[in-house]
């Protein structure tokens, strides 16, 4: 919950800088307008804002109203333009933006081409609003895990991209996401891809200080309440330091345990 909480407050000052009588908006064109609340000037006389400026060009929006659009469709710009909006306002009175969560990018993006090779996952892709990250997920042990991540160009594009991965035994299944503010994640459609690699294995069963794998590999190691307590990639993993008691270990694409001594 905390994390959730920095997550959102670090959102709110990436968007908003406020000064005395000067109020700045940063983000993308997403296609839609803003909407500003506009309270009398502590005088009486007016309102509190006095100009409107969007990339330095003041608007010619109707300010003089307790609540007006800031028209963003009049300047043609193209999905995913870099914005900052400054909303000038007299001292002693507070105007307040209703929805600036609009000029945040959003996972628009769409996949011209997926492929796996030579342990590296490449993509093209078009139709991006917006800077956000494409994160490389991997289907392991019945889940998606993640297993890398590429900030995106944020342009039309298309853009092309790739990242490095590790393929386990047999078929490996990827798939490509993003998420933005909404939190919706966005996926490209999976591909498959066929390994040669063998089957690994790991020893000991019982464990006094080292697990082994026959050969290196992607693990997950979790205690019988379901909390993880190591991760990593290697053929080896140190689990001296573990209570005694019973553990599952993810590995290669199997799953299964081992009794801590």
């Not at 999976?190 to 069963?205: D, M």
């Not at 019988?224 to 990639?233: A, S």
């Amino acid at each position: 919950m905390k994390r959730i909480l920095f997550s959102f407050v670090a959102a709110v000052i990436c968007l908003f800088t406020v000064s005395a009588g000067e109020m700045v908006l940063r983000g993308t064109f997403q296609g839609d307008n803003l909407y500003v609340k506009n309270p009398f000037a502590a005088t009486g006389v007016g309102f509190c804002i006095y100009e409107v400026t969007v990339n330095g060009l003041t608007t010619t929006d109707e300010i003089n109203s307790s609540a007006f659009e800031i028209d963003l469709g009049v300047y043609d710009f193209t999905i995913g333009t870099p914005l900052t909006v400054t909303i000038r306002y007299k001292d002693d009175c507070a105007p307040k933006v209703l929805n600036p969560e609009v000029l945040n990018p959003r996972a628009t993006f769409s996949i011209d081409k997926l492929t796996v090779e030579n342990d590296k996952i490449q993509w093209s892709a078009q139709k991006e609003s917006g800077q956000l990250p494409f994160i490389v997920e991997q289907f392991r042990w019945n889940k998606w895990v993640k297993v890398g991540e590429i900030q995106g160009m944020g342009t039309a594009g298309p853009n092309n991209y790739t990242a490095p991965v590790r393929l386990h035994s047999g078929e490996n299944k990827f798939r490509i996401k993003q998420v933005d503010y909404r939190n919706k994640p966005r996926y490209s459609e999976e591909i498959k891809s066929l390994s040669e690699k063998p089957e690994v294995t790991f020893s000991p069963a019982r464990v006094d200080d080292v697990i082994n794998f026959s050969a290196p590999t992607m693990y997950e190691i979790y205690d019988e309440y379901g909390g993880i307590v190591f991760k990593g990639y290697g053929d080896n993993v140190k689990v001296a330091g573990l209570e005694k008691g019973k553990y599952y270990i993810n590995y290669d694409t199997k799953m299964d345990r081992f009794i801590k001594k």
